[in-house]
């Protein structure tokens, strides 16, 4: 069957009429809160007389609130339309938030539901900051106590950060990453010594998931760092959240390619 226009469907003319006026979703909220007159509707939402007859008027002829005497409140239908267009709402501003990154999502997304980032903090760079995300992720590592990443990529910078001074310096955890990163330790003879000497110390593993790995995804304590890469380059930006549901996600994901990576030695890092 074929899904009729959205203006042809009873839930398009209901979202329309609520958002197509601030006071009518306002007035609902307020008595799907608790009971309340006319006039403290007035006072409150600072609205003419007629303006909160007419709206009441029309809530009653809509099944959405009900009154006795003077007193108006909101049926359970109106508390659920309330609660409902809320939860949209919210949903409507995550989106937005995430209109500006969505570009450098991984293809195949994310396992988890995006609402769950509606209270993410989220760093992309600018005139004036243009190293933001990697400051920002450079920044969690320094802090951190203890680190899981999964990686196709990685910048000098960060592994500056994350192995620290000294192999005693860097938190424990570990790296999962692609044959890419293991071939830019290689190149490395400096950057590779160090990466050894973390794995001599006890504090640090690295593995290497010899396939593609999808995203770069690294869990700072109890916080997770999704950086965005759009599949190549430095970070376009950083998504950072203590969502249980995110950090579950993360976790689980990186157990995945950890049980199919292969640890690596000291030697793995020789030319």
């Known amino acids: 069957m074929d899904t009729p226009p959205a203006e042809d469907r009873p839930a398009f003319d209901t979202v329309r009429y609520l958002t197509g006026s601030d006071t009518r979703l306002r007035v609902l909220e307020l008595l799907a809160a608790e ?3 006319r006039r403290d509707l007035r006072d409150r939402l600072d609205i003419s007389q007629p303006t909160t007859s007419r709206t009441l008027s029309e809530f009653e002829d809509r099944g959405w609130v009900t009154h006795e005497g003077r007193t108006y409140r909101a049926t359970e239908l109106g508390s659920f339309v309330c609660r409902s267009l809320a939860t949209f709402l919210e949903q409507m501003e995550t989106a937005s938030r995430l209109e500006p990154i969505v570009q450098w999502f991984p293809t195949e997304g994310f396992g988890f539901d995006l609402d769950r980032l509606a209270s993410a903090d989220i760093v992309t760079p600018s005139e004036a900051a243009v190293e933001a995300p990697i400051e920002s992720l450079a920044s969690e590592l320094r802090d951190a106590s203890h680190v899981r990443s999964l990686s196709h990529g990685i910048t000098r910078s960060l592994l500056d950060v994350q192995l620290g001074a000294s192999p005693a310096d860097a938190p424990a955890g570990c790296w ?10 290689r190149g490395d003879p400096d950057l590779a010594e ?3 000497a973390a794995i001599d110390s006890g504090r640090m593993e690295f593995y ?3 396939g593609r790995v999808p995203f770069n995804v690294v869990v700072t304590d109890d ?10 380059g ?3 930006a950083e998504v950072r959240t203590t969502d249980e549901a995110v950090r579950a996600w993360a976790e689980a994901t990186i157990d995945e390619y950890l049980l199919e ?3 690596l030695t000291p030697a793995s890092f020789e030319p």
Not at 223 to 232: A, E, F, K, S, W
């Open 194 to 196: 160090v990466a050894a």
């Open 223 to 232: 916080t997770v760092n999704l950086c965005l890469t759009g599949g190549h």
């Open 234 to 236: 430095a970070p376009n």
């Open 176 to 185: 999962v990453f692609g044959p890419e990163v293991r071939e830019y330790l």
């Open 35 to 37: 009971p309340r007159d």
């Open 208 to 210: 290497c998931y010899d």
């Open 261 to 263: 990576a292969d640890r």
